[in-house]
């Protein structure tokens, strides 16, 4: 049984060993105090257009006074659909701010998984970039969205963004064709409520740290998403474990200015807790709308010194792989922090040499505000762990029958935390807790003495695509929908770019259902990253007795089919 807490020992000077959240009295008391110390500080920078921390305060402000006089109940829940463009920050913070919970959207999603989320969180009102409008059109009359907010990319960026919406509505045709003119959608267009929120009154919500802040979804096993709680309390110790862990290197770097690039999408979780790290610090965000252009995400880097730079393994294995990433000048970057997936020592190794900046790898989970474990920040070696328990965050490894297991035994690494989700919504959690409080994380894991984890395999059947959780049960429902699919059953198989890649085996009906066809039902009904990759088709499934599809048998049938990959 491992006990001590081996890892507090391995801890940099300055960093202590817990947190205490309780220090604010509300999520809003730690924003308000960033805005405060920052004010003047610019707090984003994208497409060449900048932002105060306190233009992101009267933004904000502005939009909570404007959502105040809506009519809305109060601790309504709120979604917000948008890619990581300047309105998205001071948007969520003054959906907080109005006294309301968020519940931030993949504006990738389908209207299937898009209805789910707002069906399920009650969503009243949604904030949407119209790029992604026809999804909600889809589904709108079958949830409860009483209000929708319009934006468009360029809302934020004052005369270029006149240009930036130009260029993406009628040069790059990205704003599929919608229609939400029905008044019934009472829909208001973002810069509206900016300019009439700024004259409307504002009342200070009574808030405690034990209110919903966020409802953050993610994959579910049963084949639907499962809405996380989070508390204001969590996500106020999520930001203060994070900058403390930070500390011996950001405390280092004496430029006026720190900034964080923002690629990943903010409505993912890793990205959010970088939100709170940056803001707490002061960090100006390089907001990337669109990541995947790698071409224009390398001439982003280019304009300007980066200190942080947060990615998932894909996304630093794309920059790699760019022959002009390499020109770019890395004399300022000081932290490359590897999260969402598992990186992988060949990326490590290639970032290092190129960057001279190590890729320190951590763990966490959407349950936990994407704190969980981490390596010490001033390592300079890629180890092959996910590093050692945030301050703050207890864990315990435990066998199948709930015991502890010794240092360097395998077992289901177990967590507790101010940052750590009480539960789901709508859902009895119990079974996803330990007697004693711990949340069951479903990863398998070793200790070694020093209070390194590293992790071995998952316990569920999750595929980790790029970052993202993907669920075989939910694909299989969507996909046993497709004319002539009889059976199906869905694996996760190694992929050199994404980490994993999803592959489906398919019992067909008869020959008219060809690979053509099943991969245009997926792009047709499943978000991009769940699509299939790989089809095969079988005469049968492996089953149980009960009649459960054995996907182990089929991932040995993939290992051994195709040896070398």
């Given at each position: 049984?491992?006990?001590?807490?081996?890892?507090?020992?391995?801890?940099?000077?300055?960093?202590?060993?817990?947190?205490?959240?309780?220090?604010?009295?509300?999520?809003?008391?730690?924003?308000?105090?960033?805005?405060?110390?920052?004010?003047?500080?610019?707090?984003?920078?994208?497409?060449?257009?900048?932002?105060?921390?306190?233009?992101?305060?009267?933004?904000?402000?502005?939009?909570?006074?404007?959502?105040?006089?809506?009519?809305?109940?109060?601790?309504?829940?709120?979604?917000?659909?948008?890619?990581?463009?300047?309105?998205?920050?001071?948007?969520?913070?003054?959906?907080?701010?109005?006294?309301?919970?968020?519940?931030?959207?993949?504006?990738?999603?389908?209207?299937?998984?898009?209805?789910?989320?707002?069906?399920?969180?009650?969503?009243?009102?949604?904030?949407?970039?119209?790029?992604?409008?026809?999804?909600?059109?889809?589904?709108?009359?079958?949830?409860?969205?009483?209000?929708?907010?319009?934006?468009?990319?360029?809302?934020?960026?004052?005369?270029?963004?006149?240009?930036?919406?130009?260029?993406?509505?009628?040069?790059?045709?990205?704003?599929?064709?919608?229609?939400?003119?029905?008044?019934?959608?009472?829909?208001?267009?973002?810069?509206?409520?900016?300019?009439?929120?700024?004259?409307?009154?504002?009342?200070?919500?009574?808030?405690?740290?034990?209110?919903?802040?966020?409802?953050?979804?993610?994959?579910?096993?049963?084949?639907?998403?499962?809405?996380?709680?989070?508390?204001?309390?969590?996500?106020?110790?999520?930001?203060?474990?994070?900058?403390?862990?930070?500390?011996?290197?950001?405390?280092?770097?004496?430029?006026?200015?720190?900034?964080?690039?923002?690629?990943?999408?903010?409505?993912?979780?890793?990205?959010?807790?970088?939100?709170?790290?940056?803001?707490?610090?002061?960090?100006?965000?390089?907001?990337?709308?669109?990541?995947?252009?790698?071409?224009?995400?390398?001439?982003?880097?280019?304009?300007?010194?980066?200190?942080?730079?947060?990615?998932?393994?894909?996304?630093?294995?794309?920059?790699?792989?760019?022959?002009?990433?390499?020109?770019?000048?890395?004399?300022?970057?000081?932290?490359?922090?590897?999260?969402?997936?598992?990186?992988?020592?060949?990326?490590?190794?290639?970032?290092?040499?190129?960057?001279?900046?190590?890729?320190?790898?951590?763990?966490?989970?959407?349950?936990?505000?994407?704190?969980?474990?981490?390596?010490?920040?001033?390592?300079?070696?890629?180890?092959?762990?996910?590093?050692?328990?945030?301050?703050?965050?207890?864990?315990?490894?435990?066998?199948?029958?709930?015991?502890?297991?010794?240092?360097?035994?395998?077992?289901?690494?177990?967590?507790?935390?101010?940052?750590?989700?009480?539960?789901?919504?709508?859902?009895?959690?119990?079974?996803?807790?330990?007697?004693?409080?711990?949340?069951?994380?479903?990863?398998?894991?070793?200790?070694?003495?020093?209070?390194?984890?590293?992790?071995?395999?998952?316990?569920?059947?999750?595929?980790?695509?790029?970052?993202?959780?993907?669920?075989?049960?939910?694909?299989?429902?969507?996909?046993?929908?497709?004319?002539?699919?009889?059976?199906?059953?869905?694996i996760g198989i190694p992929d050199s770019h994404q980490g994993e890649a999803v592959k489906i085996y398919v019992v067909p009906e008869d020959n008219n259902v060809t690979k053509e066809v099943i991969t245009d039902f997926a792009l047709d009904n499943l978000t991009g990253y769940k699509c299939p990759r790989h089809i095969e088709f079988v005469s049968d499934l492996p089953k149980s007795n009960v009649g459960k599809v054995l996907r182990q048998k089929l991932r040995e049938k993939h290992n051994a089919d195709y040896p070398q990959v």
């Amino acid at each position: 049984m491992i006990s001590n807490k081996p890892w507090l020992s391995q801890y940099p000077a300055g960093v202590p060993k817990t947190i205490n959240p309780d220090r604010y009295s509300s999520i809003m008391e730690l924003y308000e105090e960033c805005f405060d110390r920052f004010r003047g500080h610019p707090m984003s920078i994208c497409m060449g257009v900048t932002h105060t921390y306190g233009d992101i305060d009267n933004a904000s402000m502005a939009v909570a006074a404007w959502l105040q006089n809506q009519g809305l109940p109060k601790g309504s829940v709120v979604a917000l659909m948008m890619p990581n463009v300047p309105q998205y920050l001071p948007t969520m913070i003054g959906i907080l701010r109005a006294g309301y919970v968020c519940t931030p959207v993949n504006p990738l999603y389908t209207g299937r998984e898009l209805r789910h989320q707002l069906n399920d969180s009650g969503a009243q009102a949604i904030f949407v970039v119209d790029n992604f409008a026809q999804a909600l059109e889809q589904v709108i009359e079958e949830t409860a969205i009483k209000r929708v907010i319009l934006s468009k990319m360029g809302d934020m960026m004052g005369l270029k963004g006149i240009l930036v919406n130009t260029i993406i509505r009628q040069v790059k045709r990205l704003v599929p064709k919608y229609n939400l003119n029905d008044p019934k959608y009472h829909v208001t267009k973002f810069p509206e409520v900016l300019k009439k929120g700024k004259n409307l009154p504002f009342q200070q919500p009574k808030m405690s740290l034990d209110q919903k802040a966020f409802l953050q979804y993610t994959g579910g096993t049963t084949g639907l998403s499962k809405g996380a709680i989070l508390s204001q309390r969590n996500i106020v110790a999520a930001a203060m474990q994070s900058e403390a862990w930070t500390r011996p290197i950001t405390s280092e770097i004496n430029e006026v200015y720190i900034n964080m690039v923002m690629a990943l999408p903010l409505y993912h979780i890793f990205a959010f807790m970088l939100s709170l790290l940056g803001m707490r610090s002061g960090y100006t965000f390089i907001l990337v709308p669109n990541p995947r252009d790698i071409p224009g995400f390398v001439k982003t880097l280019s304009k300007q010194p980066f200190h942080i730079f947060p990615a998932v393994n894909t996304l630093f294995k794309g920059l790699l792989d760019n022959p002009n990433f390499k020109d770019l000048d890395f004399s300022s970057l000081r932290i490359s922090q590897a999260g969402g997936m598992a990186a992988t020592e060949q990326t490590a190794n290639r970032w290092l040499e190129v960057t001279g900046c190590a890729m320190i790898e951590g763990w966490g989970m959407t349950e936990g505000v994407a704190v969980g474990t981490a390596n010490v920040i001033t390592n300079r070696e890629f180890n092959g762990t996910i590093g050692v328990p945030a301050p703050g965050v207890d864990v315990i490894i435990i066998d199948e029958d709930g015991r502890h297991v010794d240092l360097n035994e395998g077992g289901e690494l177990c967590i507790k935390g101010p940052n750590v989700t009480s539960g789901y919504l709508n859902r009895d959690s119990s079974a996803d807790f330990t007697s004693d409080g711990y949340f069951r994380t479903g990863d398998i894991v070793s200790m070694d003495d020093k209070g390194y984890i590293k992790l071995l395999d998952r316990k569920k059947d999750m595929i980790l695509v790029s970052g993202f959780n993907v669920f075989p049960n939910e694909i299989e429902s969507v996909m046993l929908d497709c004319d002539g699919i009889l059976d199906c059953a869905v694996i996760g198989i190694p992929d050199s770019h994404q980490g994993e890649a999803v592959k489906i085996y398919v019992v067909p009906e008869d020959n008219n259902v060809t690979k053509e066809v099943i991969t245009d039902f997926a792009l047709d009904n499943l978000t991009g990253y769940k699509c299939p990759r790989h089809i095969e088709f079988v005469s049968d499934l492996p089953k149980s007795n009960v009649g459960k599809v054995l996907r182990q048998k089929l991932r040995e049938k993939h290992n051994a089919d195709y040896p070398q990959v």
